[in-house]
């Protein structure tokens, strides 16, 4: 598969008052293929948000290089491109509403970007249709649920027309109802407009539903796969401090135990499957 974003041995370092801090990322190198939906995992403290925000240049390597499309993105010349070629949302949506309108909001990136007026006008529409808030364009954005929040912050970096969209934790402030919401969304958006989506996440059940899962330790990945690869390993994910899908969790405890049943169920349906199969065999 083609990169879209390539990580060559990157390093980056936060600066305090002229004060240099341990390193957050060390000699990291990672691709992030078009088209793919990729999960990034770690526990607090290993880098992962820290990366994401070097994929459309909000933050820039103190050592090695990140290239967008062949774009290095420590090229001042290469950053409006890189930005709207890749989106970020971030944990709390409230962060990234400017507008008292809904549908001023998601015209508000466009229209820095100098797009025309009926241009605009076309987007806004098109993108709150895709993200099932076309109703919503003129209410205001404090007065909506979290979930829905969320969706207009979608739009907004839609408008833009990224080919990539990275979120930060995006459900992680919403409950179950706007959590689904929001990864109904980011689903379709890649499986159906082909958008490349970079997902941080401590929910490893959002996990699930990536291509490919990337997992990350003391600053850089440590082991990747598909989802089935990476949660089958119950016991290196949790000597990582890493949890696991609920459905795995069962399955692998089950089959510690004795019982013939396969240790990488991911879903709750393939546990129930897993399960009614056992007890059609007597097994229990």
């Known amino acids: 598969m083609e990169e879209f974003i390539r990580a060559e041995h990157v390093d980056f370092k936060y600066e305090f008052e002229n004060e240099e801090l341990p390193e957050v990322l060390s000699d990291v190198n990672l691709g992030v293929h078009r088209g793919e939906f990729l999960a990034l995992l770690g526990h607090n403290g290993s880098g ?6 070097h994929f459309n240049a ?11 499309e062949e774009m290095d993105t420590a090229d001042e010349e290469n950053k409006l491109a890189i930005r709207s070629r890749v989106g970020l949302i971030q944990q709390n ?25 009926e241009e605009i006008r076309r987007r806004v529409d098109d993108v709150l249709k895709t993200v099932g808030m076309y109703e919503y364009r003129r209410h205001a954005p404090h007065k909506l649920s979290g979930g829905q929040k969320q969706r207009i912050a979608i739009a907004g970096i839609l408008a833009m027309q990224p080919e990539c969209i990275v979120l930060d934790e995006p459900t992680s402030m919403l409950d179950p109802r706007g959590r689904r919401e929001v990864l109904d969304t980011v689903l379709k958006l890649n499986r159906e407009k ?8 401590h929910n490893m059940d959002e996990a699930v539903l990536a291509d490919r899962v990337v997992v990350m330790d003391r ?14 390993q119950v016991k290196r ?10 459905a795995t969790e069962l399955a692998f405890e089950l089959n510690q135990a004795g019982y013939p049943i396969a240790p990488d169920v991911l879903t709750e349906e393939e546990c129930a499957q897993a399960l009614a199969t056992l007890l059609g065999k007597n097994a229990v």
Do not use: W, Y
């Open 237 to 246: 994910m949790q000597s990582l401090r890493l949890d696991v899908p609920q």
């Open 58 to 68: 909000m933050l820039l390597p103190t050592g090695g290089k990140v290239f967008v």
């Open 219 to 232: 600053g850089k990945p440590v082991f990747e796969g598909t989802p089935r690869e990476v949660f089958s």
């Open 93 to 117: 949506p409230d962060n990234q509403l400017v507008a008292s309108i809904v549908e001023e909001d998601v015209a508000f990136g466009p229209e820095n970007l100098g797009v025309a007026p």
């Open 194 to 201: 082909g958008i490349t989506i970079v997902l941080i996440t």
């Open 48 to 53: 992962k948000s820290t990366l994401a925000k």
